[in-house]
């Protein structure tokens, strides 16, 4: 397919989604710029990631580290294009997120803190990072519990090379609104409750996908991570 037709294809999913984002934002009175969208573009290439930008995204999320160095080396010619990294990262992998990525968004052991907290000073870098809540328990994913959350966020503290800025959750998956609208309400309940110690930079609230971005954002999401529709089906 040539880059031509994508650009339309994109172009046309896109409107949809910024109509859904803008409509549920006037339905529960929020303003434009208190929520971002992150493109999710794993496994996609990146001349489709250039039409989205061409047509004003500048945020893009990728899941595999290997994935999002290789991007960020095509792409380099797009200056503010930042990268968010929003899947699972082995220890092995984090020399080739640190210094490419604008917010790294699946941060939960203590191993992987370590080790970005270790690369991010050794390249006097800056990182950073959402914690990721596994809400539901589910051992499928990865992600603290909520019981988790204040040591993790005083290791982060310790970590002098990485910003803690929010938290992130991947519900399980659900057709109801109903289903998941507590657990992206539960989050934004964890971040306020840990507001007053971590202070106005801590504010980042990461959920909502392409079929449940209306539920988080009324939950208070900030930045909706929302890849196939903006880009079409994975194959
Ligand atoms: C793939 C992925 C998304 C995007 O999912 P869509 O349903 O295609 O919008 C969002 N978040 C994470 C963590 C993902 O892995």
């Known amino acids: 397919m040539s880059d031509v037709v994508w650009a339309d294809e ?4 896109l409107h949809v989604v ?3 984002i803008a409509e549920i ?6 303003p434009r710029a208190s ?11 990146a001349a489709a990631i250039r039409a989205a930008y061409a047509l004003g995204l500048r945020d893009f999320g990728e899941n595999y580290a290997q994935e999002l160095r290789d991007k960020s080396v095509e792409l380099a010619d797009l200056p503010d294009l930042r990268w968010h990294f929003i899947g699972p990262l082995q220890r092995n992998k984090v020399k080739l997120i640190v210094g490419r990525t604008a917010l790294m968004h699946t941060v939960a052991d203590p191993a992987l803190i370590a080790a970005l907290q270790e690369r991010a ?3 006097g870098e800056r990182l950073a990072v959402l914690v990721q809540l596994n809400l539901a328990g589910e051992q499928s994913k990865s992600g603290i519990t909520a019981d988790q959350l204040a040591e993790t966020l005083a290791r982060l503290d310790a970590a002098d090379h990485l910003d803690c800025a929010g938290l992130m959750t991947m519900p ?8 998941i609208a507590p657990y992206f309400v539960r989050l934004r309940e964890l971040l306020e409750a840990h507001q007053p110690t971590q202070g106005p930079a801590f504010r980042e609230l990461s959920m909502g996908m392409s079929d449940d971005l209306e539920v988080a954002i009324e939950a208070g999401a900030t930045l909706v991570r929302v890849g196939s529709a903006i880009f079409g089906a994975r194959v």
Do not use: C
């Open 18 to 20: 910024e109509h859904r």
């Open 121 to 123: 000073a050794r390249s």
């Open 25 to 30: 934002r006037r339905q529960v009175g929020r």
């Open 172 to 179: 399980p998956p659900a057709d109801e609104p109903a289903t």
């Open 35 to 45: 929520v971002r969208l992150v493109a999710v573009s794993k496994r996609k290439p």
């Open 10 to 13: 994109i172009a046309a999913r």
